[in-house]
Nanobody, 129 residues
Framework: QVQLVVSGGGSVQAGGSLRLSCAVSGGLDTGRSCMAWLRQTPGKERETVAVIDRDGTTNYDDPVKGRFTISKDNAKKTLFLQMNNLKPDDTGMYYC??????????????????????WGQGTQVTVSS
């Protein structure tokens, strides 16, 4: 049984940093998987903020480019999201997700629109101004 356990959320002032982690257990090879961080805020649909393909290729939603970094440690089966220069608009519930296959590619980059098989529980990130 595959499980994704998220940690690292919290409250921070604008300009601060947080690092989210997503530990994978069970029969999922993170080295073969498309993995992502998604964010949901009240009144809005859940959106992908960052995605990483099995070979480490990444893609980011425009508002977080240059501030967020997605990475993974395949040996430890852990996905990370380093969030710097946080803004109040970054507030939301953050989820990690994974699929059993590589990402759909668009012009060589992992697509931000993907169907994921496995989901972690959400972690709240609150950024105050």
């Amino acid at each position: 049984q595959v499980q994704l356990v998220v940690s690292g959320g919290g409250s921070v002032q604008a300009g601060g940093s947080l690092r989210l982690s997503c530990a994978v257990s069970g029969g999922l090879d993170t080295g073969r998987s498309c993995m992502a961080w998604l964010r949901q805020t009240p009144g809005k649909e859940r959106e992908t903020v960052a995605v990483i393909d099995r070979d480490g290729t990444t893609n980011y939603d425009d508002p977080v480019k240059g501030r967020f970094t997605i990475s993974k440690d395949n040996a430890k089966k852990t996905l990370f999201l380093q969030m710097n220069n946080l803004k109040p608009d970054d507030t939301g519930m953050y989820y990690c997700a994974a699929s059993r296959w590589g990402c759909t590619l668009i012009n060589g980059r992992p697509s931000l629109v993907e169907t994921y098989s496995y989901w972690g529980q959400g972690t709240q990130v609150t950024v105050s101004s």
